[in-house]
């Protein structure tokens, strides 16, 4: 793969400099490339980054392109001087292929899995990159381009590229980041315990066939199954039909041991009692042998950030003393403390940070994370 390794927050901000930069050329922009697995999220980010702009958008899939009329647009004898027949100034015009945009941009133009395309194709589409213009036609102005490909070798069949191609675009690698996704799904409405789990054993996403992709599609089908433990053999069934065997086999191990044992965010922001909540977090970080379950409350920590950087999230009174509370906990080694009071001093609201701010001993923890 090619460029700098990135996360998808920072693939947004990526893609904004770049468009921006684009914009203010005369002539032809700038290709973005993103690299990364299958089912990552690369062609979904693309669309989101388009559609919170109210850009057009439009996928291309010219992986499936068969014929260079896919591409280039149909052929037609053109003759400007019908009244001279064989004057020798015919010429051969080549229509807009249906993907090509009619209308001014702004939009976005996606060549999804683009090294998965037949090398005709992609000799053809070196136009399009280089001069937004192919043949007869040109795109309409203040539209971006982006290709997404897959890494070359390995187990994916794609057609490599060679220098002439690669430096007509600017390159970046997206990588899966736990955090990052589980902030996703959240906004996505995935089942709770889903995310639990891949905070917790994020080790788990190793782009066989368990990927994003195939783990929504399976947290998707238990979402209304509400006691997974009296359901295993169905649920068992369900992951088979969509991740690896290791996966199913740590999911089923998680139902019957950790989620049962983890906390909510809701609860502990929200409890009347928060000793309560410390009794919870003392047997949750020590299992049945004495073992610190580190990786039990780091996942808890994991998920608090994730709701407290909800769009709709607006804290009381409640919160913000549970909140401080926690970050207080002695039942929470400081590396947690710190990591948590880092991750919200970089993109939690103004009214979250201000809020910990006001408590002398939580303020440290967020100027040591800085």
Request: charge should be negative.
């Amino acid at each position: 793969m090619y460029g700098t390794k990135v996360k998808s927050n920072q693939l947004k901000k990526f893609l904004e400099h770049i468009f921006t930069e684009n914009d203010k050329r005369q002539g032809p922009g700038t290709p973005v490339c993103i690299w990364g697995s299958h089912g990552l999220g690369k062609t979904h980010i693309a669309q989101a980054f388009a559609k919170e702009r109210g850009w057009q958008f439009r996928d291309i899939p010219v992986a499936q392109f068969e014929e260079m009329g896919d591409l280039h647009g149909m052929p037609e004898k053109v003759d400007p001087t019908p009244e001279e027949p064989h004057s020798g100034d015919e010429y051969t015009y080549f229509y807009p292929p249906d993907w090509v945009p009619t209308e001014e941009g702004p939009g976005l133009i996606l060549l999804d899995d683009f090294n998965r395309a037949d090398d005709r194709i992609l000799r053809g589409i070196m136009q399009l990159l280089q001069n937004f213009e192919l043949t007869s036609w040109k795109l309409p102005p203040k539209w971006q381009i982006v290709c997404t490909a897959n890494p070359e070798g390995g187990d994916y069949s794609v057609t490599p590229l060679d220098d002439a191609m690669l430096t007509r675009m600017i390159h970046v690698s997206l990588t899966f980041d736990a955090k990052e996704w589980a902030k996703w799904a959240d906004s996505a409405g995935l089942d709770k315990r889903g995310i639990t789990f891949i905070l917790n054993r994020p080790e788990t996403v190793t782009f066989k066939r368990t990927t994003p992709r195939t783990l929504e599609q399976f947290f998707r089908q238990i979402e209304n199954i509400d006691d997974l433990e009296k359901n295993l053999e169905l649920v068992q069934m369900l992951g088979m039909g969509t991740l690896d065997d290791v996966t199913v086999g740590d999911f089923l191990n998680f139902i019957r041991d950790d989620l049962t044992e983890l906390i909510d965010p809701e609860e502990i922001l929200e409890a009347n009692d928060f000793s309560q909540i410390e009794e919870r977090l003392k047997k949750i970080g020590t299992d049945e042998k004495g073992n610190r379950r580190i990786d039990r409350l780091s996942t808890i920590c994991s998920r608090i950030f994730i709701c407290l950087t909800r769009e709709n999230y607006k804290p009381g009174i409640t919160d913000q003393k549970n909140l401080c509370s926690f970050l207080k906990s002695e039942n929470l080694p400081k590396d947690l403390k710190v990591g948590l009071a880092m991750d919200i001093s970089r993109q939690a609201s103004d009214t979250i940070r201000e809020m910990l701010r006001s408590d002398s001993e939580v303020a440290k923890l967020l100027i040591e994370s800085m």
